[in-house]
């Protein structure tokens, strides 16, 4: 017997030896990496570990501890649908080398995606397989019956994938072990019977996920007279994103078992019927008019309730007061964000003791937090934000123990910030950002679990030392963001108990050099000190920190750009997939030197502001390297020199350019064509040179912002830049342009409606200097909304366009200081949003039209130095614009306010300008003539009746001497 044993372990170690290599069956691994051969594309890098033999231990795949068989093969996706795209393996086909891999039990595909080709019909080999998982994997054609020979299959997941269409169900019903059923998006309303198979000729089936397969009461008109339907065991069913409408679906009160059912993003109006075993329900996004419409409140046993996204109007009832719908109710979660309810939160929520999460937010709520909250003693998760709540905080927020997730913000909330919120000892996220609180920096040393505090836009004030963070070692996020009467004062040697990710300080105030406390987060991604008046040169420490935003604006920083963050050093620290710095911003500050090329190994950089400091030297021709660089803003320095060529490769990406006030010269490269996304292009206050290039127009298609402002182009304004509806604001002032101004400004889409929508991706200070009303100003947070067109200051000639006074959303129109001759357009009143309207220094005549006078906004007004005549029209906004200066230099213009005054024979003129008087010379004359000719012929008629018949002759001269006579 020993023998035996001895021969038998001899002959398992040969066969183990031959054919597993390092723990892995040689067929097995090279069926793998024939899979990874067959992979196109992976950009996540996930089979980088399928190399040598141990292919047991490479990522994605599992063995059998005792066979040593590959049992797993584990490639599941991210399931966000704005991410699985790009980190999905890609493929032409399913490769069918895995048939080799007859031990699997749990194959997951999931992160690979297959080209639209067919599920292979060797995944019917795979009969040990007790999961499959294909979701969004690419597949289409028909759901093949072989998968009914898997009588293992625990789960069988095929959804998203809207190419697949199943023609018949009944094989589904082989599969006895089936627990779970995923067939979103998947088309199954063609096959005949797919309720019955469904719902329960599955014996096993638990849980069954039908979202967007484009299903409604139709298909169900019959299925609840089926008395089979209660033998189902289902507990979990989605009918999410399908096309119920109307009334609830009447078989689902037949599903007995049922408890946990999702019919979001439908077409519902009617009252929810009483599911007895239903704990959890998502109705978010459906068509109920208001909460009393869903009768809600009779479902005792609820457990979860989602109503969130339906934007239901009126006030927001909660539960009956005295019990006469439930005596006690089960609701753990009420998830009733994003509505329109008004009113107060209903005190008788205090009645719903055993809730967990309350989410109010997003609505019009008013009134203030009522002290019944402070009830739900139960609550781990408040959201009361962006609502209109005023009053206080109330104390009694305090007796929520359990809470653990706080979110206030966004309402006008003032007073203290309760000492009882340091009560809370398992908060772990509190938020009450943009708000009216005062008063002292609130107490967190007691919340020892805080991960997120967020207390930005209030009105916070006093002094905040170390002593305030004594006990907070959790915290991973701080915001302190505009609260500008904090002051931080805090000892340089000072060692935080936290690591933190994000730290945001801006316009609260430290008065000091760089805090040198920072050089002990390790873990810093996010720094925002900007205006809190730090000063001195970097610290050269910042170099070693793995900071991918940081903020050091309107402060007193000085010294050259030399210990910026390292973005070797970011890599080194950061595990994949690390990002490296993507948003540099130092405006205005006192740094001086050239920009440091280091700037260029950014390369995952977005946004790069280094306006308004004392920077020096050429633009860095490595800059155009930076591929990745969304916006550019080197705005009021010293540079100098040429672009060069290089800046043209940054092409789509680039959508916001500043080059503001600088000591550029030479002409544009035409590279620039290349950045066909920008929305801003601001060259101006240097020394470029040539002409204006077509290409501005012929390629820009989103450019909403246009300023060369005092520069030297000459030669005309190119008619191509008629081709950008976008555009909002066109500043060519003070350059030496030719030729006249082109008619077809008037395609100018968004200076003709009141548009204001405009969006640039990032976090960074949009601004723009413009002349407006004779000031220049920095525009900002209105930006978007300023629309102008400046040309003053060159030398262009003709009439101005009557086309112009179709841009009925300009703001502000400047044409001063050119050779304009003709009249101003008699409709100029039509531009009713016209704000600021100068024409001085031309040789513009005629008289100014009465429609000037309905311009009811505007409030900056020059006409002076023209040749302008007659009398100034009045009117109600123009009885506002009392200053002579505005009309000085016109020597015929009379009437208020000048002191000339008016002839009582000159008139207003209410009629054309002198291209209509041109227009309408011919219609006049024909006027004229016929009434002429008119008169004639009547004249001549009488006399000819007076010759040819007597008796009218007498009787005619009897009545003229008779009337003569009668005066005399």
Known sequence: ?????????????????????????????????????????????????????????????????????????????????????????????????LAELSHLSYMDLSGAYFGGSPIPEFIGSLTQLRYLILYSAGFSGMVPHFIGNLSNLHLLDLGEMDLLVVDDFTWFSDLLSLTYLDLSRVSIVKAPNFDKVLLYMIPSLIELRLS????????????????????????KLDLSSNSFQGEFPLFLQNLTSLRGLDLSTNELNSSVPVM????????????????????????????????????????????????????????????????????????????????????????????????????????????????????????????????????????????????????????????????????????????SKLDSLD??????????????????SMLKYFDANSNYRLRFKISPDWKPPFKIGGFALQ?????????????????????ILSNTSISGPLPYWLRELPITMLDLSHNFLNGPLTNLPSNQIIKHKLKPPYRAIHSLLLKNNLFNGSIPDSVCNYTDLLILDLSGNMLSGGFPDCLGNVRSLNVLILSSNRLSG???????????????????????????????????????????????????????????????????????????IPVELCERPRLQIMDLGENKLTGTIPRCFQNFGKMTEDDYSFFIPGYFEQSLIQIMKGVAREYTMTLKYVVDIELSSNKLVGEIPKELVLLSGLLSLNLSNNHLTGRIPDRIGDMNSLESLDLSINHLSGMIPQSLSALTFLSHLNLSHNNLSGRIPTGSQLQTLTDPSIYAANNELCGSPLPINCNHHEVLETGRNAEEDEDNDGDEKIWIYGATGGFTTGCMGIVAILVLKNRWRLAFFKFVGYYIGKKL
């Open 276 to 447: 007895k075993k239903v704990v959890d329900l998502n109705l978010r996004q459906n068509n109920f008019k208001s909460i009393e419409d869903t009768r809600v409140w009779r479902l005792c046993q609820l457990k979860r309730l989602d109503l969130s996204f339906i934007f239901m109007e009126g006030g927001f009832t909660g539960p009956s007061t005295n019990g006469s719908e439930c005596a006690q109710y089960a609701l753990e979660a009420l998830i009733l964000d994003e509505n329109n309810f008004g009113g107060q939160i209903p005190k008788s929520l205090g009645r719903l003791t055993a809730l967990r999460e309350l989410n109010l937010a997003g609505n019009d709520l008013t009134g203030t937090i009522p002290e019944a909250l402070g009830n739900l003693t139960s609550l781990r998760v408040l959201y009361l934000c962006e609502n209109t709540l005023t009053g206080s905080i109330p104390m009694s927020i305090g007796n929520m123990l359990l809470l653990q997730t706080l979110d206030l913000s966004s309402n006008q909330l003032n007073g203290a910030i309760p000492l009882s919120l340091g009560n809370l000892s398992e908060l772990t996220v509190l938020y009450i950002s943009d708000n009216f609180l005062q008063g002292p920096f609130p107490a967190i040393g007691q919340l």
């Open 212 to 235: 967007g397969c484009d299903l409604s009461n139709s298909h169900f008109y019959r299925t609840h007279l089926d008395p089979n339907l209660t033998l189902s065991i289902i507990q």
């Open 507 to 527: 316009s609260c105030k430290i008065e000091s050099e760089f805090p040198s406390w920072i050089r002990t987060q390790t873990s810093l991604r996010k720094l």
């Open 1 to 97: 017997m020993k023998k035996l044993w001895v021969v038998r372990f001899f002959l398992f170690f040969t066969f183990a030896n031959t054919n597993l290599t390092s723990g892995c069956f040689e067929h097995e691994r090279k069926a793998l990496l024939r899979f990874k051969c067959s992979i196109v594309s992976d950009p996540s890098g996930r089979l980088s570990s399928w190399q040598g033999n141990k292919c047991c231990h490479w990522q994605g795949v599992g063995c059998d501890n005792a066979t040593g068989h590959v049992t797993r093969l584990d490639l599941e996706g991210d399931r966000s649908f704005l991410t699985r795209r790009y980190t999905k393996l890609k493929g032409n086909e399913l490769n069918s080398c």
């Open 642 to 716: 040429v672009i060069p060529n290089s800046l043209g490769n940054l092409g789509s990406s680039l959508q916001w350019l500043a080059l503001n006030n600088n000591s550029f010269h030479g002409e544009l490269p035409k590279t620039l064509a290349n950045c066909t996304s920008l929305a801003l292009l601001d060259l101006g206050e240097n020394m470029f040179y040539g002409s204006i290039p077509k290409w501005i127009g012929e390629y820009m298609d989103l450019l909403s912002f246009l300023r060369l402002h005092k520069n030297s182009f000459t030669g005309p």
């Open 455 to 472: 207390i930005s836009n209030n009105s916070l004030s006093g002094v905040v030392t170390e002593a305030h963070f004594s006990n907070t």
